[in-house]
């Protein structure tokens, strides 16, 4: 997924409307096929108004960006196909 190019952040601010600048990190963990994206919060968590505090439901504008699969010309048409019903990956 790395090397994919799918992960950049242009297309991470693309994805979620925001500004470039507004993220923070993007780090990748190959031992558990994981990423993280750390983004901007408009408000301190727990604070009044806060109304995600444990970062439910972040990923949601990833499934649609679509990523290349084993460095072929074959691809998945979202990201959200990397997986199967059971949540396992494919």
Known sequence: MRDSGAITGPRIAEAYSIREGDIHEITFFEPAAALKITLKRWISSASPGDTDVFGAQQHVPLMNLEV????TDSHCTSFGDL???????A
């Open 83 to 89: 997986f199967d019903r059971r949540g396992e990956r």
């Open 68 to 71: 290349e699969i084993n460095g």
